[in-house]
């Protein structure tokens, strides 16, 4: 035999003393079951992600509809002070009005009283312009005495007349 074949022939020995050997200790099932595991973890990882994907998709839909229940709670807000607003304004501009009407309420019957107080003072001046026109007119017609008693019942008369 020559050198090459021989050394083939310990080199094929060999790796059949070692599959053998390999067989032996089962490293064909070491092998397996260390795959196994991992497939199982790499399994377990997959599921783990999924359900957090699926926890993350639920708190999503959650703070969605949170977010629109926030966004329809702050126009209702919203729209409730506008209308409280508006309200707001008219009952001012309401008042305001009112608050026109009666002074100027308050001006006419100021104006009147001050018309009626003016011709109440015009009426006595004259009253009293009058009576004494009379007395002197009188005066001089009548005596003392009997001129006394006529422009005291004279000024009686005109008073209840005018009163």
Same mark, same amino acid.
């Given at each position: 035999?020559?050198? +090459?074949?021989?050394?083939?022939?310990? &080199? +094929?020995?060999?790796?059949?003393?070692?599959?053998?050997?390999?067989?032996?200790?089962?490293?064909?099932?070491? =092998?397996?079951?260390?795959?196994?595991?991992?497939?199982?973890? =790499?399994? %377990?990882?997959?599921? *783990? &992600?999924?359900?957090?994907? *699926?926890?993350?998709?639920?708190?999503?839909?959650?703070?969605?509809?949170? /977010?629109?229940?926030?966004?329809? *709670?702050?126009?209702? =807000?919203?729209?409730?002070?506008?209308?409280?607003?508006?309200?707001?304004?008219?009952?001012?501009?309401?008042?305001?009005?009112?608050?026109?009407?009666?002074?100027?309420a308050l001006a006419e019957q100021k104006i009147g009283q001050a018309e009626r107080d003016a011709i109440?003072?015009? /009426?006595?001046? &004259?009253?009293? =312009?009058?009576?004494?026109?009379? /007395?002197?007119?009188?005066?001089?017609?009548?005596?003392?005495?009997?001129?006394? *008693?006529?422009?005291?019942?004279?000024?009686?008369?005109?008073?209840?007349?005018? %009163?």
């Open positions: 035999m020559d050198y +090459t074949s021989l050394a083939t022939l310990w &080199a +094929t020995v060999a790796l059949v003393i070692f599959l053998g050997v390999a067989i032996y200790i089962k490293v064909p099932g070491l =092998i397996a079951k260390a795959l196994d595991a991992r497939a199982d973890r =790499i399994s %377990n990882e997959l599921d *783990e &992600a999924r359900r957090l994907r *699926e926890e993350a998709q639920q708190l999503l839909g959650q703070y969605q509809r949170k /977010r629109k229940e926030a966004e329809q *709670e702050a126009a209702a =807000i919203v729209a409730a002070a506008k209308r409280e607003a508006d309200m707001l304004a008219a009952d001012a501009h309401k008042k305001t009005e009112d608050y026109v009407v009666r002074r100027t109440s003072e015009v /009426r006595a001046s &004259a009253v009293d =312009i009058a009576v004494e026109a009379a /007395r002197t007119l009188l005066a001089g017609k009548i005596d003392a005495k009997a001129g006394a *008693e006529l422009f005291k019942a004279s000024l009686v008369d005109v008073k209840s007349k005018l %009163n």
